[in-house]
């Protein structure tokens, strides 16, 4: 297998059991050992999804073969790893999950001693071993252990607890609803609910179907769902994970879907006069219009893994956020962490007056111009997606939706809540915006004739 197939978009993933095989896990594996050393700690987690618990045991074997120690959560969310790299003092952190674009693939996210995801120059070395098969095995008397930890949980929430206002919290005893997405968050979530007071109902808390794929990313009739039960349990908000919880999709007191470029905006809303916020080069304006506000600092990156985390701790910045649903709260974690940015959700609220529904309201608006594409009825919303994802690059799924730049402008796409449409936005609109957005209209429709064509 050549590391340029496995590597996409600065990310290990690929088919279970066709690129990703047990055995080139495990090559995997000790090619890590070899990078970073006899004799050093690494922490590994998975999501409940069968592939990724059968290349996590592969990939730790190979870990063991060149004497490194492995300390097992088994499943365990992406946010839990990257706090456990820095508790236990481990050089590296490995969570395998599966791909936000295919369900037969798995991602395999690799973190260094900080909790942030390799650099590119970083992967790049270890696909260098794994290509050249440059491995260092140890001596069968030094072959590393493998340990089972416990209570990941409980210490992770503890901690959590320690850095927001709990009391506040407590004391305002809140009402949400929260899809954990059948992910190991239904194991962490109830220790948070019960930890700060919240009264939660939950939605697809449970594993998920057995010889059936999941979906990373909640799908759009999971937050059309989970929009439904926010208004019907007149809850503060609700709030969707991805599979690892390492992205949060939240929706507001009346059953809006916030897009997360809104998210970022009300996050950077609250931070201190003077600080820094860091986005990726996709996000909206209106994280720009709330930093003018607010006399904040914005430093955009592209978005790749890590790209947010490296950049916030190389400024400082208290607070970074993507477009895809990422934030990273720098005085917890250095990584793209769902559950705190519940929890500060959930703080921001206990000390306001104000509903999410008048915050979300209260952010400055920015003009947009909106063409729409109706989606063929053979096609769900997510396939619909999905095609546009695989066939118009440069793509990005935004949890919400779909980013694709054409001709340099950035078009937003996100299914409508009442009908079959997608709806395509661009902000700002120019003669030269509006061109490009009709063109990706345009392309669109043509694609989804194909489909029909060929199906």
Not at 107 to 134: P, Q, V
Not at 382 to 397: F, T, V, Y
Request: charged residues 25%; glycine residues 6%; neutral net charge.
């Amino acid at each position: 297998m050549e590391s340029y197939q496995l590597v996409k978009d600065e990310r290990i993933r690929g088919s279970a059991n066709s690129e990703l095989t047990p055995e080139v896990a495990a090559e995997l594996g000790a090619a890590l050992g070899t990078l970073l050393g006899e004799g050093v700690l690494v922490v590994t987690a998975r999501d409940y999804y069968p592939p990724s618990r059968m290349l996590k045991r592969s990939f730790s074997a190979g870990l063991m073969s060149t004497g490194v120690t492995v300390v097992d959560f088994h499943a365990a969310t992406f946010p839990e790893l990257a706090f456990a790299v820095k508790k236990f003092g481990a050089r590296a952190g490995v969570h395998f999950t599966v791909s936000s674009y295919r369900s037969h693939e798995i991602a395999i996210k690799l973190l260094d001693y900080l909790g942030i995801e390799f650099s590119h120059e970083r992967l790049s070395n270890l696909m260098r071993l794994f290509e050249t098969k440059h491995i260092v095995r140890t001596l069968p008397e030094r072959i590393g252990w493998v340990t089972y930890a416990e209570y990941i949980h409980e210490i992770y929430v503890a901690s959590l607890a320690s850095f927001l206002d709990s009391t506040l919290i407590s004391d305002r005893r809140l009402n949400i609803v929260a899809d954990l997405n059948f992910g190991p968050t239904a194991d962490v979530a109830p220790y948070i609910f019960s930890e700060l007071g919240v009264d939660a109902t939950t939605l697809n808390a449970h594993k998920p179907q057995a010889k059936k794929g999941i979906r990373h990313l909640p799908s759009p009739i999971a937050l059309m769902r989970l929009a439904r039960m926010v208004r019907a349990a007149s809850a503060e908000f609700g709030v969707a994970f991805c599979v690892d919880a390492s992205r949060a999709v939240f929706v507001d007191d009346k059953g809006r879907i916030m897009p997360p470029d809104k998210t970022i905006a009300l996050f950077a809303s609250f931070l201190p006069s003077g600080s820094t916020v860091v986005t990726t080069m996709t996000a909206s304006s209106i994280v720009d219009k709330v930093a003018e506000n607010k006399r904040l600092r914005v430093v955009r990156v592209r978005g790749y893994p890590g790209d947010v985390s490296r950049q916030a701790r190389r400024v400082k910045a208290p607070y970074g956020g993507s477009d895809k649903g990422e934030h990273i709260f720098t005085g917890f974690s250095m990584s793209p962490d769902g559950l705190v940015a519940l929890g500060r959700m959930m703080e921001i609220l206990a000390g306001q007056d104000r509903r999410l529904s008048t915050l979300v309201d209260e952010l400055p608006e920015v003009p947009v111009h909106e063409e729409t594409v109706d989606v063929p009825g053979y096609l769900s919303m997510q396939r619909a997606l999905d095609l546009i994802a695989e066939h118009m690059a440069p793509s990005r799924l935004t949890v919400t939706g779909l980013k694709v730049i054409v001709d340099k402008c950035v078009v937003y796409l996100e299914p409508s809540l009442k009908k079959r449409v997608l709806v395509l936005s661009v902000e700002e609109p120019s003669r030269e915006k509006i061109e490009a957005v009709r063109k990706l209209r345009d392309s669109i429709s043509e694609l989804f004739s194909t489909s029909v064509m060929s199906s």
